[in-house]
């Protein structure tokens, strides 16, 4: 598959995302309108909903054992029966509300329409707070004629049956504004307009005290509520959040794949061709060099030899081209096997500038060699590091001006490995354009100034040979001052002298020690 296939394909995926995100969105809001008449996202007021059915399915047996505790103290100062009367008025409420609750989580979410179920809650707890309500008038008709210290411990008690249902109410209902105000306005309202009833100074302070706790307990229901809503929103964009980053993952996994399919696809592609463009090129390079030096006769124009010489070197310039794209393309593809041996990175360096030395003669350039003669050898692969070493010097030979001079410095490093150093004279790198000349076919602006080109694929192939034999390349420029480039070898790398296990000289003597020793256990023995 092709790169503009992939592009187009994923700019599909794209837009159907955003279709469906759109879709989503507008039916969220036509459901918003059909069954929403608050402020608040319909996902939201579910999440609410429920979390105030789960309370009250949670405790359901907290306020029926509440009422049933009240039902007793009140008997002390109430007749029994109606006592009796209310609180099983109160569990009866208290049942239907659990009953709706449980059938609200029961239902299917996409089945529910909040509406209705908003509305149904909120008259089961209506009822509920009505019910509780009723414990305010429940021995009404004998308050009156109490003795003033079973007066007041009545309504004391009333007043902290108030408080108790508030704040169980406020904890339970916080969730849903509106039905925590049908659970307990009811009961403010009936105790407080009992306790005004009485006249007395001191009831009338209870009063003002029950209605002010109601306020103070709403209060601090609505930061309940808005807490609430502050972690529901924060779930959801978690959720969106989670939901791109799947989304993202995927999209970059399928990219990552078919751009691996697609690199294998160039490597094959590369490995089936190189033999098909180096037969031609090799023929072409051969016959071209016979008629350059005019093997089976003069040309007879000197023209045309000029023409052949061309040819020569023009071949020449695309097999090395070629062979530079193979060998990045085995080592991108991790076909590339390092033939490791033991040798010296001196000899590699001797090697390489004597190749290049006439090449640098005729540009009047120095080489100046620099090696350090007491390194160990090292393990590695001697085409690669030649290849390493030629590429770093050949670049340095291409950039430096005639008269300069290359220094090729050969050292070991502070941590126990060795490293090969070129430094040339030359014009230097802009430090932004240092990234771009280590990449594939990267070329900074001197390059293009520079007659003789390049391909830009010596470097990356010399920081990619480095890094399979585990080391380091680092290339420092300045602008005219001259660049250097360091290859490192890491420590595991060189081989070490093994020192002998016992001083030389010693073992003859030792092993004429061992001889007296054992001469002397066959006279005991025949002794």
């Known amino acids: 598959m092709t790169r503009n296939a992939t592009v187009e394909q994923l700019e599909r995926q794209r837009q159907r995302r955003e279709t469906r995100k759109r879709s989503s969105d507008d039916i969220r809001a036509a459901r918003e309108r059909l069954s929403g008449t608050t402020a608040i996202k319909p996902e939201f007021e579910y999440e609410l909903l429920a979390m105030f059915a789960r309370n009250e399915v949670g405790a359901a047996v907290t306020m029926p054992a509440l009422s049933v505790i009240f039902a007793l103290a009140a008997m002390f100062w109430a007749p029994v029966a109606e006592a009796v009367v209310w609180l099983g008025l109160v569990i009866t409420a208290k049942v239907v509300l659990i009953e709706n609750c449980r059938r609200f989580l029961a239902q299917p979410r996409d089945q529910i329409i909040l509406a209705t179920w908003r509305r149904r809650l909120m008259i089961s707890e209506l009822l509920n707070g009505t019910t509780w309500a009723g414990f305010a008038l429940v021995g009404l008709d004998d308050a009156l004629t109490m003795q003033p210290g079973a007066m007041f411990t009545s309504h004391v008690f009333l007043f902290a049956t108030l408080i108790v249902v508030l704040a169980i109410r406020m904890s339970f209902g916080s969730t849903v504004m509106g039905i925590l105000y049908a659970g307990t306005i009811p009961m403010t309202l009936v105790v407080v307009v009992r306790l005004l009833i009485l006249g007395d100074p001191f009831y009338l302070a209870l009063a003002s005290m029950a209605a002010g706790v109601n306020v103070y307990f709403i209060f601090l229901a609505k930061g309940l509520h808005a807490t609430a809503m502050s972690m529901l929103e924060f779930r959801a964009q978690k959720d969106a959040l989670i939901s791109e980053l799947e989304e993202a993952q995927l999209l970059s996994d399928e990219a990552r794949r078919r751009a691996e399919a697609a690199n294998k696809a160039k490597s094959r592609f590369l490995a089936t061709m190189s033999h098909e463009l180096r037969t031609p090129l090799n023929a072409i390079m051969g016959f071209s060099e016979v008629m350059q030096n005019e093997v089976m006769g003069p040309i007879g124009s000197p023209l045309y030899k000029e023409y052949a010489g061309n040819i020569h070197d023009s071949g020449k310039h695309l097999l090395n081209l070629i062979n530079e794209i193979l060998d990045l393309s085995r080592i991108e593809a991790g076909r590339y096997e390092l033939h490791e041996e033991p040798l010296r990175i001196a000899d590699i360096a001797e090697d390489c500038v004597r190749l290049l030395r006439l090449r640098a003669q005729s540009k ?159 006279r005991a023995i025949a002794s």
């Open 364 to 522: 009047t350039v120095e080489i100046v060699e620099d090696y350090d003669t007491g390194l160990s050898q090292v393990w590695a692969d001697q085409r690669a590091l030649r290849q390493i070493c030629l590429n770093l010097l050949s670049n340095a030979l291409k950039f430096t001006p005639k008269g300069g001079r290359i220094t090729l410095t050969v050292g070991a490093t502070t941590d126990g490995g060795q490293y090969l150093s070129v430094l040339d004279t030359g014009p230097g790198i802009p430090a932004d354009e240092i990234p771009k000349v280590l990449q594939v076919f990267g070329q900074g602006s001197l390059a293009h100034e520079n007659a003789e080109g390049g391909t830009g694929l010596g470097l990356p192939i010399v920081q990619n040979l480095i890094e399979l034999h585990g080391g380091a390349f680092e290339l420092l420029s300045e602008l005219r001052k001259g660049t250097e480039a360091i290859i490192t070898l890491p420590k595991q790398r060189i081989l070490a002298a093994v020192p002998p296990l016992q001083p030389l000289g010693q073992e003859r003597h030792r092993g004429g020690h061992a001889r007296q020793s054992r001469h002397g256990r066959l």
